[in-house]
Every structure is written in C-alpha cells, then in structure tokens.
C-alpha cells in the first residue's frame, strides 16, 4: 500500500477513526460509573478494549444492567 493509496482513503478513515474512539470511551466510562452489569466488569472492558468498533457497541446494547 503506497502513500496514494493511503492519501485516497484517508477522508474515510478518519471519521471512523473518531467513531471507533468516541465509542470506546463513551463505553468504559459507563462502564466505570455502573454499579451492576450483566457479567463481570472485566469481561465487558476486555470486550471493549479488544473487540474494537463492535464491542462497545455490544456493551451498550447487552451488557447494561438498567
């Protein structure tokens, strides 16, 4: 992949970029503030961290206990 290639793609990545990092952070810091979830806390930060664009996305829709 040349310097092009990455130059042609970069409008586009960069918006999702943003969304993947909003996510994450809008994600732990939920789950920091709760109290219960459904599953081990630690469970659902590896899920967050790791699992990248899909695993906030995750947590917010399963893992919150509300």
């Not at 042609?8 to 809008?26: H, K, N, T």
């Not at 994600?27 to 109290?35: H, I, K, Q, T």
């Amino acid at each position: 992949m040349g310097i092009e290639e990455i130059t042609r793609w970069w409008p586009l990545l960069v918006p999702i970029a943003v969304l993947e990092l909003g996510l994450l952070v809008w994600a732990l810091v939920d789950l920091l503030r709760r109290e219960r979830t459904k599953g081990p806390k630690w469970v659902w930060a590896l899920v967050i961290i790791f699992i990248n664009l899909i695993g906030p996305i995750i947590y917010l829709m399963v893992g919150r206990e509300e």
